[in-house]
């Protein structure tokens, strides 16, 4: 069982800066890779970075690369997700997941859900213009 807490949410100007953790407990957190992912109000829910579970390999959505940062310390249990230069359009709730194993069986398909097996509550961070 692996349970997973964000925080670091809340409310920026455009251009601003906001850092996420996912703080997760359990004995199989490091074995996983870890995955960020939102959900804007009215769309789908969207993968936009991911690690695996030794943090030498990380992925992103293409509309953040650049921007945000994910990584992770193994020592601490926690994932983040550093996002510079945010934009109106990152507005969501953001969630971590883990993944069922340590590193991504197939990068296309590195947003399949039902490959996650544990999600956290979700952290709202909401950007104004």
């Known amino acids: 069982q692996v349970h997973l807490v964000e925080s670091g949410g809340g409310l920026v100007q455009a251009g601003g800066s906001l850092k996420l953790s996912c703080a997760g407990s359990?004995?199989?957190?490091?074995?996983?890779?870890m995955s960020w992912f939102r959900q804007a109000p009215g769309e789908e829910r969207d993968f936009i970075a991911g690690?695996?579970?030794?943090?030498?390999?990380?992925y992103y959505l293409d509309s953040v690369k650049g921007r945000f940062t994910i990584s992770r310390d193994n020592a601490k249990n926690t994932v983040y997700l550093q996002m510079n230069s945010l934009k109106p359009e990152d507005t969501a709730v953001y969630y971590c997941?883990?993944?069922?194993?340590?590193?991504?069986?197939?990068?296309?398909?590195?947003?399949?859900?039902?490959?996650?097996?544990?999600w956290g509550q979700g952290t709202q961070v909401t950007v104004s213009s």
């Open positions: 997941a883990a993944y069922k194993t340590g590193t991504y069986d197939y990068l296309p398909l590195i947003d399949e859900e039902n490959d996650y097996d544990y």
């Open positions: 359990g004995r199989t957190f490091t074995s996983r890779a």
């Open positions: 690690i695996n579970s030794n943090g030498n390999s990380t």
